[in-house]
Structure formats: C-alpha cells, structure tokens
C-alpha cells in the first residue's frame, strides 16, 4: 500500500458503494520486456481495481505485464459489493501487445453460480450430507474451471486488444490473451 495514500480509496469506494457500480475499465501494457521471468503463480490477480487508476497501479500493472512474454491473464471479480446487484460493465484493454501475427487468442473463463461451482449443483443436488459416488464425480467435475464461451481470435489494432463483458455479482472471470 502507498503510505502516501493510507487506506483513504478504500474507506471511499466503502462510504460510497455507488460508484463501485460504475463502468471498469483496466490497462495490461505487455510490449516491455525486463529479462527472463520464472512465474510463481499462474497469474495475477486483480484486488483492487480502482488502484489501478493511480499513478502507481498504472505503473505495477505495466510491470507485471512486461514479466510475461507471451500470455497475460487477469482476474475480475463482482465480490462483496453493495448495490442493486445489477452485474457491472468490464472492458479490459490489453495494451503494446507484441504479436507480428496481428491477433490474438482471447480465453474467458467464469465462476459464477452457473460456471465453475460445484456448490449450485450441491443446492440442486437437494444438499446430500452423504454423496454416492456418481454424485461426487459430477460435483467435482462442475467445480473445474469453465469457458464461459468458445476461446476466439481477436484483432490486434495499434498494439492494443478491448475485452468487453458483464460481470455479475458474486462473480469472477479470468480472461487469458495469448499470443
């Protein structure tokens, strides 16, 4: 956390959850490279996205980008939000992609009360104490990472990739760009 800034943003999306409801928007640059990069992590997460919008977001997300020379992935979420529960509008931009080919693979993965969540078919299930054996296997496999539509190539224009989506409450989506 910036010291500079405390944890004053925070109290202030809190003391005012309207405007957490707003339109999102987030910037991944990936064109800047730094040397050979060892992930530790699948990918990165994306807590807090209005830090994002200062100086020092602007730059992290910048250098988290340049880490990884042929695929960024970024995690949105709707999560412990007031409001009307309305979902809310996403668009990430993807910026200094380098790809010569011109596009990119774009892959939308979600959990949500539909994807992912063996929970829902746990509820639907009737909630079993006790669980056969088909009914383990089915709820382990709803609980695996879904797409929430078919991978697609999209056009690289000026060095950049827009991803636009809603995203309910409760949820979260992982959006992987692959060049």
Known sequence: MNSQLGPLPCLFFLAF???AQQPVEIRVDGGATQ???????????HDEPNYTYTANGMKLVGELAALIPVRVQIRAHHLLVTGDGAAAPVRLTFAAVPNAS???????F?????HSNSY??????GSPAQRSPEQYARMEAAGQLQLLRS??????????VAIEFQLRRQAVSLVRVSW
């Not at 040397?35 to 997460?45: E, K, N, Q, S």
């Open 120 to 125: 829902t078919l746990w509820k639907r299930m």
């Open 151 to 160: 991978p697609e190539w999209r056009a690289v224009k000026d060095g950049r």
């Open 102 to 108: 011109g596009r990119v693979l774009v892959e939308h």
């Open 110 to 114: 979600r959990i949500d009360g539909g």
């Open 17 to 19: 959850p309207g405007l």
């Open 35 to 45: 040397g050979a990069f060892r992930p530790l992590y699948a990918c990165f997460g």
